[in-house]
Structures are given as structure tokens and as C-alpha cells.
């Protein structure tokens, strides 16, 4: 009987564990719990319409992208929550004027952008930026895939050549 009731014990006390570890298994933390946690975080520009991995996601990366803020890196890894990724261009990589740069995003073929989206997409980017940096051009990659049967033709050829031991006459073979 003490057995079985420290047994039941163990068992809740896991569960209670698995409460408590909240940001180390969003997945298993209800729709409810996750908006409660992005609000509690501050996290900028959270969508509860937004996809399950992009919500969980975001919360996960709110507290770096705080500490971070500013830098590329927060920029694309932002992006590449959001997106299918994304990439900073800094004005000394494309020969620009000092201080701009260029933000590339990656959409899937999957994803639709609608008709305004850019303009939310261009505020997202100045609430990360380092103030002192301006946006000259947001650039929307857009990925595809087509399939193209090739037809190919494999020939192997094989050339032998046979050398005797010790330099003698060569063998006829």
C-alpha cells in the first residue's frame, strides 16, 4: 500500500514538473498559456493568428532578440522566424551609401503575401534595426520549385595499363 501511494505521488509530481519547465517544452503548453507567455515577454509584433511554430518560436527568441537588439543577426533570425529567411545586406557589401542597407526576405511557395503586407513587413524591420541604419530597399525573394526530367546516357570506359615486375620485357598478353 506505501508502495503504490508514493508510486501515485511520483506520478504527480512529474506532472507538476512538466508544468514548471514551461519555456524548455512550448510545444506542450496550450495555445492560451503560449499567448499568456508572449504577453507576459513583450513579444513585439506576436500574431495569435499566426502559425503554431512561428508563435512558439517567437516566444522562445524573445529574450535574445531583447538583449541583442539592433544587431543583423537579431534582423535575420527574425526574419527567418517569420519567413522562410532572410538576409541583411550592410551598405559596404553592395557599394551603398554609408549607414543604409538592404533587407532581402525569403517567401516559400507556400506563403502569400498580401496586397500591404510590405509596409508591415517594413515596420517589423525599423522596430529591430540599429537606429543609427536606414532601410533603402526591401527585396522579396520569392522560392520555387520546378521539376525538369533529364534524360542522361552513363558509359564507363576502363583503361588498363600493365607494367612486369623488375623491368623486364614487356609480357604479351
Same mark, same amino acid.
Given at each position: 500500500?506505501?508502495?503504490?501511494?508514493?508510486?501515485? *505521488?511520483?506520478?504527480?509530481?512529474?506532472?507538476?514538473?512538466?508544468?514548471? *519547465?514551461?519555456?524548455?517544452?512550448?510545444?506542450?503548453?496550450?495555445?492560451?498559456?503560449?499567448?499568456?507567455? *508572449?504577453?507576459?515577454?513583450r513579444?513585439?509584433?506576436?500574431?495569435?493568428?499566426?502559425?503554431?511554430?512561428?508563435?512558439?518560436?517567437?516566444v522562445?527568441?524573445?529574450?535574445?532578440?531583447?538583449?541583442?537588439?539592433?544587431?543583423?543577426?537579431?534582423?535575420?533570425?527574425?526574419? *527567418?522566424?517569420?519567413?522562410?529567411?532572410?538576409?541583411?545586406?550592410?551598405?559596404?557589401?553592395?557599394?551603398?551609401? &554609408?549607414?543604409?542597407?538592404?533587407?532581402?526576405?525569403?517567401?516559400?511557395?507556400?506563403?502569400?503575401?498580401?496586397?500591404?503586407?510590405?509596409?508591415?513587413?517594413?515596420?517589423?524591420?525599423?522596430?529591430?534595426?540599429?537606429?543609427?541604419?536606414?532601410?533603402?530597399?526591401?527585396?522579396?525573394?520569392?522560392?520555387?520549385?520546378?521539376?525538369?526530367?533529364?534524360?542522361?546516357?552513363?558509359?564507363?570506359?576502363?583503361?588498363?595499363?600493365?607494367? &612486369?615486375?623488375?623491368?623486364?620485357?614487356p609480357?604479351?598478353?
Amino acid at each position: 500500500a506505501v508502495c503504490y501511494a508514493v508510486g501515485e *505521488a511520483l506520478k504527480k509530481l512529474l506532472d507538476y514538473m512538466e508544468g514548471i *519547465a514551461l519555456y524548455g517544452n512550448l510545444e506542450k503548453v496550450s495555445d492560451e498559456v503560449l499567448n499568456s507567455m *508572449a504577453l507576459e515577454l513583450r513579444t513585439q509584433y506576436y500574431d495569435t493568428g499566426a502559425a503554431r511554430k512561428t508563435r512558439e518560436d517567437m516566444v522562445k527568441q524573445t529574450l535574445s532578440w531583447y538583449m541583442r537588439g539592433g544587431t543583423n543577426s537579431t534582423l535575420e533570425e527574425y526574419l *527567418a522566424t517569420l519567413y522562410d529567411g532572410g538576409h541583411v545586406e550592410e551598405w559596404h557589401e553592395y557599394g551603398g551609401k &554609408p549607414y543604409y542597407f538592404k533587407s532581402k526576405v525569403t517567401v516559400g511557395e507556400n506563403e502569400v503575401i498580401e496586397v500591404g503586407e510590405t509596409e508591415e513587413i517594413i515596420r517589423r524591420i525599423h522596430a529591430y534595426k540599429n537606429v543609427r541604419s536606414w532601410l533603402e530597399a526591401l527585396i522579396l525573394q520569392i522560392l520555387f520549385k520546378v521539376n525538369v526530367n533529364i534524360q542522361y546516357d552513363l558509359k564507363n570506359r576502363l583503361y588498363m595499363e600493365f607494367f &612486369p615486375r623488375q623491368n623486364l620485357e614487356p609480357l604479351l598478353l
